[in-house]
């Protein structure tokens, strides 16, 4: 457990959206901190109890394998934290033009609701009828071209001899 002081909690809640409870994590720290002066939380060496718990949280931001290794967090996560930003844009930008794109199909198709020429609205008609009849007529053709398959076969099959 890592004590701060109250200026870096301070700049915590400046920066946080969450104020109100890093507000409430300072007061129970700090109530904490005055109840007990050597508890094992307010510690945040290893080293003797005796030495000021104080002294390491001034350390705090001169603490260089910690500033290392956050550059290395750092280095390692950014490019994935870019790529991953560069692709939202990139899908709320296709999202907008898809949109757009919606909008304005939605336009033409309700002009095209009101202009709705009774005139193709017949041909339109004439057409799925003619589809239907073509429809009847292949099922037609399709069963005798099943007989005439079968009656070949059994042409070709020898007859029984007696």
């Known amino acids: 457990f890592v004590l701060l002081t109250s200026t870096q909690i301070d ?3 400046f920066t946080s959206r969450n104020a109100s409870h890093l507000l409430e994590i300072k007061k129970k720290i700090h109530s904490t901190a005055m109840n007990d002066d050597h508890s094992d939380s307010s510690v945040t060496s290893i080293g003797d109890e005796d030495e000021d718990p104080t002294d390491n949280t001034e350390n705090l931001c001169e603490n260089p ?3 290392i290794l956050t550059e290395g967090f750092f280095r390692l996560f950014k490019p994935v934290i870019d790529d ?3 692709n939202i844009r990139r899908a709320r930008l296709s999202q907008l033009e898809l949109r757009q794109q919606l909008d ?3 336009v033409e198709m309700k002009n095209l609701n009101f202009e709705n020429d009774p005139q193709l609205h017949e041909k339109f008609k004439r057409m799925v009828h ?3 009849k073509v429809v009847v007529i292949m099922n037609i053709l399709q069963g005798a071209q099943e007989r005439l398959v079968t009656l070949c076969q059994q042409q070709e099959q020898p007859g029984p001899t007696s």
């Open 65 to 67: 394998t910690r500033d």
């Open 104 to 106: 304005e199909l939605s």
């Open 84 to 86: 991953l930003d560069n």
């Open 11 to 13: 700049n915590l809640c």
């Open 130 to 132: 003619v589809k239907q």
